[in-house]
């Protein structure tokens, strides 16, 4: 069995839970495909995104099991420049704050993916674990030096961890939206924390991604979209607090958030203001999220006719980056062939496969075509739009165009 559908809130266990959007039967947003398996059929779940109305909590109820979803993975954070480097100012940041007086810590992180943070801390000389369940992914983390478990993380595992040592720092990085039983999972962070450690984890911001529209961010991983009042709920129930918490660019909108056992650190006025931004923004409020669906329905008529007007002026379309959310907004806003020719990617493991559902055929990224005028570059990776707009000044010199479909498709050239 690879899926089953729950019927109460993964926090509160309400029941109280209303359907926002139906993005349909969508294959897994990062199951790219091999050439030989393009006639396969393939798996598809339904991908509904619902509202709890007890503690708003927007989340998936439809599961796919976690084996199926990451044991072989093939998104890698060393892929993407901008995340690196957001990596290395992060483990410099809490270097500084939290590590830098303890004598010899241990910084664990789960979901530690190629190890490209753990990276930045061994620099420091700090002693290092990452927890990994993706096997490839792992063993590329492990083959460079970074000490990685190939296992989900679970209360036995995190028993056996702490008894060697536990950790002063613990970080998790895009992974408690992947979380189904955030109950156990708290309860490995508490057994694994020191008393006076320190938790922090990023997540996408939910107030990102209801401001513009990131809908395509909506997928099998990802089960809940967070925000503040649901997870301060989610720790005191558990005896911990966030005290802390900082804004971040990365991924369209996140939330840096810092968590402790109960008293050790003084909270933040930024906790405060967070909170109250929240509030004001209707995150709260369930109209806020009809307006949300309603906005998504009509981008996908935008940007499908925004392709076509590129088709007949005889452009060529090509893919910019093929993120895991690439394939939702190209399945939803049902961008085929018709439109796309292949897309360029500088992820190792996608080069030579299909995107799932669609089949648009990824090639590794070099350069961009050099009769630039000829082409536009739908861009998938939206979340880099800064870095990449930057990176690919020639191209848009010469006369390539960019289409981001985020929040609403625009244009951009020179
Ligand atoms: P990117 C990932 O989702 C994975 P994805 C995960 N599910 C998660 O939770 C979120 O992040 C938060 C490529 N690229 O980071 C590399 C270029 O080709 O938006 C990647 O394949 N050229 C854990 O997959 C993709 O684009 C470039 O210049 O949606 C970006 O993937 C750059 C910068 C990237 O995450």
């Known amino acids: 069995m690879k899926y089953h559908k729950e019927t109460e809130c993964r926090i509160c266990s309400s029941q109280d839970l209303e359907l926002i959007l139906d993005l349909g039967n969508q294959p897994l947003a990062n199951a790219f495909i091999k050439k030989e398996d393009l006639q396969k059929s393939e798996n598809r779940f339904p991908l509904r995104l619902y509202l709890c109305k007890n503690c708003h909590l927007l989340q998936l109820l439809d599961i796919v099991d976690k084996e199926y979803l990451f044991k072989e993975y093939l998104y890698l954070t060393s892929a993407s420049k901008p995340i690196v480097s957001h990596f290395e100012t992060y483990a410099s940041e809490i270097y500084d704050e939290f590590l830098k007086v303890s004598a010899d810590p241990l910084v664990i992180e789960i979901g530690s993916n190629d190890g490209s943070l753990l990276k930045e801390f061994q620099k420091f000389g700090t002693n290092?674990?990452?927890?990994?369940?993706?096997?490839?992914?792992a063993k590329i983390a492990n083959d460079v030096g970074i000490p990685t478990k190939n296992v989900f993380l679970n209360y036995d595992t995190a028993k056996k961890i702490s008894l060697e040592q536990r950790a002063s720092v613990i970080i998790a990085n895009n992974v408690l939206g992947h979380i189904e039983d955030l109950k156990e999972f708290i309860k490995c962070i508490k057994v694994l924390l020191d008393d006076n450690g320190i938790f922090v984890f990023e997540v996408p911001h939910l107030l990102d991604l209801m401001q513009k529209l990131e809908f395509d961010t909506v997928y099998h991983e990802h089960l809940s979209y967070l925000s503040l009042k649901p997870l301060i709920s989610l720790t005191n129930e558990f005896d911990l607090e966030i005290f802390d918490v900082k804004k971040q660019k990365v991924h369209g909108g996140t939330i840096r958030v810092f968590v402790?056992?109960?008293?050790?650190?003084?909270?933040?006025?930024?906790?405060?203001?967070?909170?109250?931004?929240?509030?004001?923004s209707?995150?709260?409020d369930i109209k806020t999220y009809k307006m949300f669906a309603q906005n998504v329905k009509q981008l996908k008529n935008l940007l499908q006719n925004e392709l076509k007007k590129c088709k007949s002026e005889g452009k060529t379309i090509f893919g910019y980056g093929a993120p895991a959310k690439g394939n939702v907004l190209l399945n939803y806003c049902n961008?085929?062939?018709?439109?796309?020719?292949?897309?360029l990617d500088t992820t190792p493991l996608k080069q030579g496969l299909y995107t799932p559902g669609m089949h648009i055929p990824v090639r590794l990224y070099q350069t961009l075509p050099k009769n630039a005028s000829q082409y536009v570059a739908l861009l998938l990776a939206w979340n880099y739009e800064k870095d990449i707009i930057h990176k690919e000044n020639e191209f848009r010199e010469n006369g390539g165009r960019f289409l981001v479909p985020i929040p609403t498709p625009n244009i951009i050239g020179v």
């Open 128 to 137: 290092v674990l990452g927890i990994e369940p993706a096997k490839n992914i």
């Open 260 to 280: 402790s056992k109960k008293g050790q650190f003084k909270k933040t006025s930024n906790l405060e203001k967070l909170i109250s931004i929240e509030k004001k």
């Open 282 to 284: 209707g995150i709260y």
């Open 335 to 343: 961008i085929g062939k018709e439109f796309l020719d292949y897309i």
